[in-house]
């Protein structure tokens, strides 16, 4: 099975950080900062070890909402069984987000209205209404189920 942690990045101003994800062809689509949960690494600690890679030193607080799109079972034709994880953080930085993250490639900031797009590009059910509902303190603290 493949794991796989998402950080989402906001702003105080409630901006989501997006990274550009290369596909074949030269095209390329922008997505939540995600990589692989080595084996035996909870999905916490492998989202605290990118949220490194995607900050850097900027000073961040985590929230307490985590976006869960557990495994299906029976795995469709032609993909692999995955569980993804998203975690929500905050910049605590006042002001504008800097107009690029460490992260590896280039930065997009993209307001809510953009988010809907989030849930087809990362095969997240319903990430924009999570993202929406932790910023406006409606979502319950805890883990939260993305989807069937």
């Known amino acids: 099975m493949w794991r796989v942690a998402f950080v989402a990045v906001l702003s105080l101003k409630g901006h989501l950080a997006l990274?550009?994800?290369?596909?074949?062809g030269g095209h390329s689509q922008w997505v939540l900062?995600?990589?692989?949960v080595r084996a035996g690494e909870p999905y916490r600690e492998a989202?605290?070890?990118?949220?490194?890679?995607v900050v850097g030193a900027l000073p961040v607080?985590?929230?307490?909402?985590?976006?869960?799109?557990?495994?299906?079972?029976?795995?469709?034709?032609?993909?692999?069984r995955r569980e993804a994880h998203v975690f929500i953080?905050?910049?605590?930085?006042?002001?504008?987000?800097p107009e690029h993250l460490p992260w590896k490639g280039v930065t997009r900031w993209a307001e809510p209205e953009e988010?809907?797009?989030?849930c087809t590009r990362c095969d997240l059910p319903d990430v924009d209404v999570l993202l929406t509902g932790?910023?406006?303190?409606?979502?319950p603290d805890g883990r939260i189920t993305l989807g069937p």
């Open 89 to 97: 953080f905050r910049l605590a930085a006042d002001g504008d987000p």
């Open 61 to 80: 607080r985590g929230g307490a909402v985590e976006g869960c799109r557990w495994a299906q079972v029976p795995v469709p034709a032609g993909r692999s």
């Open 134 to 139: 932790y910023l406006e303190g409606w979502i």
């Open 47 to 53: 989202a605290a070890r990118m949220l490194r890679d």
């Open 115 to 118: 988010w809907p797009e989030l």
């Open 33 to 36: 900062p995600s990589g692989s």
């Open 19 to 24: 990274v550009a994800d290369e596909l074949p």
